[in-house]
């Protein structure tokens, strides 16, 4: 069953991106190279500017996962120097290669065991980081719903009738408010552990949930923050209209097991604002997959490089012995 697993979930991403890039593939039928490159031009220097800032605002917040899991194991001895390049470092892979194929754990494992954590203890820090974004997904979506029940209209065609009537909206939102809701209540009545079936859910001290509360939402605040500078003043819709597409399109895009979420992400983005040219909406996911995606991945592979040769080396002079010079035997004198 476990080869069976290994195996579908890169199918079914393979599948996601070839469907996805061939519906990506009709929507920018007639944009051309040129336009797209005048559309990048037209982004203001400050704009730039601002989506840079967003992109750090959003990577230290994911750095602020790795602080907090590490709070809830006892574990402070570890320097946020440290912590800051392992999440970046991670999240830049896990981003770009996908979650299904490389989670981070194997990097996290590399990078904690070397300070003293267990595989158990790491294993735990995933975990925590996984459902930290996740609470924050919940919490932004279920705000966005219950307030705005009607922005899911904007993905009318694209996905069943029902999920686009605002009033289901409303009664999704409420659902993932209500969620939160009785997360926050186990955390602060120190509840026992919530098991459902093989998921079981640990409720945190209310000083770390407090801050998960805080790290996640400022993550996808940063992130969609990135494409809503990129956009053209002139016809944007508002950051709160950018944020509700950006977390249904990450979260799309993670579900597809796809790259990076490679075409998931961009049709609907694309298919979802309609008030924006097609072109600069292209334009504005490149510099979010510049700034957020591939920059990020080549820092993380030469980081990784670097630690790895460092470690290299210190096997080598752990494992070379000096030669011990031996002794010449006394010469006798001939009596």
Request: charged share 15%.
């Amino acid at each position: 069953m476990k080869k069976i697993k290994d195996f579908a979930w890169p199918l079914v991403g393979l599948v996601a991106l070839v469907v996805s890039g061939y519906l990506l593939y009709r929507e920018l039928q007639g944009i051309s190279l040129k336009e797209v490159e005048d559309s990048l031009r037209a982004i203001p220097a400050h704009r730039y500017g601002l989506a840079f800032l967003s992109t750090i605002v959003a990577y230290a917040a994911l750095a602020w996962y790795d602080r907090i899991a590490l709070l809830h194991l006892g574990v402070r001895h570890i320097s946020w120097l440290f912590v800051s390049v392992c999440s970046f470092t991670t999240y830049a892979l896990s981003h770009n290669i996908g979650a299904s194929v490389f989670s981070g754990a194997l990097v996290r494992y590399r990078a904690y065991s070397a300070k003293g954590l267990s595989a158990a203890q790491v294993a735990v820090l995933v975990a925590l980081c996984s459902f930290t974004f996740g609470l924050g997904t919940m919490l932004l979506g279920g705000i966005v719903l219950t307030i705005y029940p009607e922005l899911l209209t904007r993905l009318e065609g694209k996905l069943p009738a029902a999920l686009t009537n605002p009033t289901t909206a409303r009664v999704v939102g409420l659902a993932l408010l209500t969620f939160v809701s009785l997360y926050v209540i186990g955390s602060l009545l120190r509840l026992k552990p919530l098991t459902i079936r093989t998921f079981k859910l640990e409720y945190p001290r209310p000083n770390i949930m407090g801050r998960q509360l805080i790290a996640a939402p400022l993550e996808l605040l940063g992130a969609a923050g990135i494409i809503y500078f990129a956009l053209p003043e002139a016809g944007n819709p508002g950051f709160v209209v950018v944020l509700a597409v950006f977390l249904a399109s990450f979260s799309a895009a993670l579900a597809s097991h796809s790259p990076g979420g490679l075409g998931v992400f961009e049709i609907i983005f694309l298919t979802a604002m309609p008030e924006v040219p097609k072109v600069d909406v292209l334009a504005a996911l490149l510099v979010f997959r510049l700034l957020y995606l591939l920059i990020p991945f080549a820092l993380s592979i030469v980081t990784v490089l670097l630690y790895e040769r460092a470690n290299l080396a210190k096997a080598f002079r752990r494992n070379a012995k000096p030669v011990e010079a031996v002794p010449a035997p006394p010469i006798s004198k001939a009596s």
